[in-house]
């Protein structure tokens, strides 16, 4: 594996909004993660390379509690709110909690973020802007 932890959550400093996204995205694909996986219960998110060797966070705040009911209008209108640098990332994943959604997984080589509702269904996919 190339990339550690560490290297990780420096480039995650960076991003004060959704707006500075596109950059971080960049950051960590040139660290060599190819793709992760993010849950909102507790913020834990696992960074993989090519050959599926990971690292992960582990938790990053107390627990939210993700609901079983998926209302994803609201959920589109709050994950735009974000993208334009309306909510910092702590509230991006309450609003994912409240909204069913899960968490997210990340296709750094396809550019793709997929949100993915308690069943595992994917429920949104979106082109992360490049």
Known sequence: MKFT???????????KSGAD???YIQEIKNL????YKALVAD???????????YAETG????????????????FKARLKLHQQGGTD???????????????????????TCTYFDKNGNDV???KVPS
Not at 32 to 35: A, E, G, L, P, Q
Not at 43 to 53: C, H, K, L
């Open 124 to 126: 949104l996919e979106e």
């Open 21 to 23: 996204f596109p950059n």
């Open 43 to 53: 913020g834990n998110t696992q960074y993989f390379d090519a050959e599926n060797n």
């Open 59 to 74: 938790r990053k705040y107390e627990d939210f509690i993700v609901s079983e009911i998926l209302d994803i209008e609201n």
């Open 89 to 111: 990332y702590l509230t991006f994943c309450k609003d994912c909690a409240e909204n069913g959604i899960e968490g997210w997984k990340m296709d750094l080589n396809k550019m």
């Open 32 to 35: 060599s993660v190819s793709h």
């Open 5 to 15: 932890i560490d290297e990780i959550k420096t480039a995650h400093q960076k991003v």
